[in-house]
C-alpha cells in the first residue's frame, strides 16, 4: 500500500542553523501539507501546497519557512534560522485531490533544537 | 473559523467494553470530519471519515462515528474494546467547502488506556 514517507526521522540541530526536513508524498496526490506537533500540545496546520505553489500558510509559518517540490517527487520544508521554540514532530500528509478529500500522514521528523 | 473540541483528554475502559471518544466541531460551512489514530512514536492513521454522505460512517479496526448535525457532533464508538486499540485518537475538521485547500484544525487528543 502506497505511504508518505519522511526522513529524516529524528534531527537534531543547533539553534540558528537551516535544516531541511524531506518528504516523499503518496504518487498520484496533488494536494500536499506540513504540520508539527509541539510535545504536549495540539497537531497544527503549517502550509498546504498545491499546483507548484503555496495555497495556503498559517501564521506559525513566517519568513524563516519555506517548501518546495524540487521534483516530482520530493516535498520539502525548510528552517532557515531555527529557534528553540521549533523543536516539535513535523509531520507531511498528501491527499489525492478532486473527490477524495483525506489526508494521508508520514511517520514525522522529531527536529529537537538545542 | 473552524475548530474542534475533544472532551476528555484520557479515557480508560476494559477490556471487551464500549469505547467512546467524544468530538465537538465549529464550522461555518458543511464540515469535512475525521478521527485518526496516533500509536507511540508513529505518524497518524486515518481510522474514518465523513464526507456529507451517510451520516454513520465505518472505518478500520472495528470503529465507526455518527455525524450528528444538531448536536454538532462526530463521536468515534466501538462496541468491544481490544488491548491494541490502546492509543492517542484525534478529531479534526476541514472547511473544504470554504476558501480552505484541506487544511485540518485537529482537537488537542483523546488518549484511549485499555485494562486487561
Known amino acids: 500500500e502506497p505511504e508518505v514517507t519522511q526522513t529524516p526521522s529524528h534531527q537534531v540541530t543547533q539553534m540558528g542553523q537551516e535544516v531541511i526536513l524531506r518528504c516523499v508524498p503518496i504518487?498520484?496526490?496533488?494536494?500536499f501539507y506540513w504540520y508539527r506537533q509541539i510535545l504536549g500540545q495540539k497537531v497544527e496546520f503549517l502550509v498546504s501546497?498545491?499546483?507548484?505553489?503555496?495555497?495556503?500558510k498559517s501564521e506559525i509559518f513566517d519568513d524563516q519557512f519555506s517548501v518546495e517540490r524540487p521534483d516530482g517527487s520530493n516535498f520539502t520544508l525548510k528552517i532557515r534560522s531555527t529557534k528553540l521554540e521549533d523543536s516539535a514532530m513535523y509531520f507531511c500528509?498528501?491527499?489525492?485531490?478532486?473527490?477524495?478529500?483525506?489526508?494521508?500522514f508520514g511517520p514525522g521528523t522529531r527536529l529537537t533544537v538545542t | 473559523a473552524q475548530s474542534v473540541t475533544q472532551l476528555g483528554s484520557h479515557v480508560s475502559v476494559s477490556e471487551g467494553a464500549l469505547v467512546l471518544l467524544r468530538c465537538n466541531y465549529s464550522?461555518?460551512?458543511?464540515?469535512?470530519l475525521f478521527w485518526y489514530v496516533q500509536y507511540p512514536n508513529q505518524g497518524l492513521q486515518l481510522l474514518l471519515k465523513?464526507?456529507?454522505?451517510?451520516?454513520l460512517v465505518k472505518g478500520i479496526n472495528g470503529f465507526e462515528a455518527e455525524f450528528k448535525k444538531s448536536e454538532t457532533s462526530f463521536h468515534l464508538t466501538k462496541p468491544s474494546a481490544h488491548m491494541s486499540d490502546a492509543a492517542e485518537y484525534f478529531c479534526?475538521?476541514?472547511?473544504?467547502?470554504?476558501?480552505?485547500?484541506?487544511?485540518?484544525?485537529f482537537g488537542q487528543g483523546t488518549i484511549l488506556t485499555v485494562h486487561p
Open positions: 500528509a498528501s491527499s489525492p485531490g478532486l473527490s477524495s478529500y483525506e489526508q494521508y
Open positions: 479534526a475538521v476541514s472547511d473544504l467547502g470554504g476558501t480552505s485547500y484541506g487544511k485540518l484544525t
Open positions: 501546497f498545491y499546483n507548484n505553489e503555496i495555497s495556503e
Open positions: 465523513y464526507t456529507s454522505a451517510a451520516t
Open positions: 464550522s461555518s460551512v458543511p464540515p469535512y
Open positions: 504518487s498520484n496526490h496533488l494536494y
